[in-house]
């Protein structure tokens, strides 16, 4: 069995954490705070959607046989007799030689099987509504422009599956269909813990040898984009017994906790020997840069993930290890960003024989090619690089460099993992 103190690969980090989270318990939200989340159980539709026929565009109900022999040379004229707004429904019958002007939406009349478009009927007389005269030039498909009794939906048809995410327009869809309350996965509470001696809060002005605590708001907006509920803890320093004490209050309220800063092997670095001394240490180093120091561990069968004190370092652990593990918890089934290929703009050599994610910005030439550039700067100290960057470009293990022109795999980090390239 692997030591917890040995390189591992990312994909062994990311199978680590899946493995060591299960899904949090359900709660039932009213619709509109179900977008975004994952539902629990089947949701089925209470009714027929649409619940009638009913006319797709604004246009003309008719026989369509009346229309068969229709024709730019011998267009066929109907004698308009009524009109159907939306909401209404005309109780009468449509006689051959006869039609409806009806609008979007309107239920299409019992006896008419076809509805065809305002725009391509002529006007003979009138104004085209009731009383006028108009011309068809050819005869429509059987059941065009007309959407079915249950086109969408049959009462009690599932309708969005358990398991499955709840977009906006799904949250349109489920009204549709009666649903008003929605049974999810619990949003994982969080507990973001920032370590550093050095560090004060913003907006105080940092003294000699110290900064602001950037990491620990980054991480929390972290958790709120993969849907958790971040909770921002204070500053602790760097002592065994305040991170101690910081860590046991943490799991003691939070289903996962992550701090940052303090996971290397210096003097003051404490994450490490305080997961292994309160529960059970998984992971210290994983082969990827930036981001070699990751430790995960549990303390109280809660998850304990520490991140890097370098933004970057901290900011690819998360988005590569840690979301996938809050995405679970929240029954999602898709955990891969979407990946593309791209020419690089400039070849690099490499140095580093770990897994390197260069953090990069994708265009699309006129030609449809991507290219990918990578940031002139890749300190992993720099949160700013990675604002004004929308993917990171991957240079694999080893020494081989990457020369002008070549295809090379880039993570679309802003782009949801449900989507599929």
């Keep these: 069995m692997t030591a917890p103190t040995d390189m591992i690969s990312l994909e062994q980090a990311q199978e680590l954490i899946l493995s060591r989270v299960a899904k949090l318990d359900t709660e039932t939200v009213p619709l509109l705070d179900a977008m975004g989340r994952v539902a629990a159980v089947d949701l089925a539709s209470d009714m027929n959607v649409s619940?009638?026929?009913h006319a797709a565009m604004d246009g003309f109900a008719m026989h369509r046989e009346d229309l068969l022999e229709a024709s730019d040379e011998n267009p066929v004229e109907l004698d308009v007799i009524a009109e159907v707004p939306a909401g209404g429904v005309f109780e009468g019958?449509?006689?051959h030689g006869q039609c409806v002007r009806i609008m979007t939406g309107a239920a299409l009349p019992a006896d008419a099987d076809t509805v065809e478009k305002y725009e391509v009927?002529?006007?003979?007389?009138?104004?085209?509504?009731?009383g006028s005269r108009v011309s068809f030039s050819s005869c429509p498909k059987e059941r065009a422009n007309v959407r079915e009794t249950g086109e969408e939906a049959k009462a009690g048809e599932v309708v969005v599956s358990a398991g499955e995410r709840i977009g906006d327009a799904g949250v349109g869809f489920l009204a549709s269909?009666?649903?008003?309350e929605v049974p999810v996965y619990r949003r994982p509470r969080v507990a973001i813990i920032p370590i550093g001696?050095?560090?004060v809060e913003p907006p105080a002005i940092p003294g000699p040898g110290h900064i602001r605590n950037?990491?620990?708001?980054?991480?929390?907006?972290?958790?709120?984009?993969a849907g958790g509920i971040a909770d921002m803890h204070p500053i602790v320093p760097d002592t065994l017994e305040a991170l101690s004490a910081a860590v046991?209050?943490?799991?003691?309220?939070?289903?996962?906790v992550i701090t940052t800063g303090g996971a290397s092997n210096g003097d003051y670095d404490f994450i490490k020997p305080v997961v292994e001394k309160l529960g059970e240490?998984?992971?210290t180093t994983v082969n990827m840069r930036p981001g070699k120091a990751q430790t995960f561990g549990l303390v109280e069968g809660v998850p304990v993930f520490g991140l890097p004190g370098n933004p970057a370092a901290a900011y690819m652990g998360f988005q590569l290890i840690i979301r996938k593990g809050l995405r679970a918890m929240q029954g999602y089934s898709a955990f891969e960003h979407p990946h593309v290929w791209a020419r690089i703009s400039q070849g690099r050599k490499k140095k580093d024989s770990r897994r390197i994610f260069l953090r990069a910005t994708l265009t699309c030439g006129d030609d449809g090619q991507l290219t990918v550039t990578p940031a002139s700067n890749q300190s992993s100290g720099l949160f700013g690089v990675i604002q004004k960057s929308n993917c990171v470009a991957i240079m694999p293990e080893g020494f081989e460099p990457i020369a002008t022109g070549d295809l090379i795999e880039c993570i679309l980090l802003d782009v949801p993992e449900e989507v599929v390239l």
């Design 214 to 225: 950037s990491n620990g708001y980054a991480m929390a907006a972290c958790v709120r984009n």
């Design 197 to 199: 001696s050095e560090l």
């Design 281 to 283: 240490l998984l992971m």
């Design 93 to 95: 019958t449509i006689g």
């Design 51 to 53: 619940p009638f026929a």
């Design 248 to 256: 046991t209050k943490a799991v003691a309220d939070h289903d996962f």
């Design 177 to 180: 269909c009666g649903v008003l």
């Design 121 to 130: 009927v002529g006007i003979v007389s009138g104004n085209g509504k009731t």
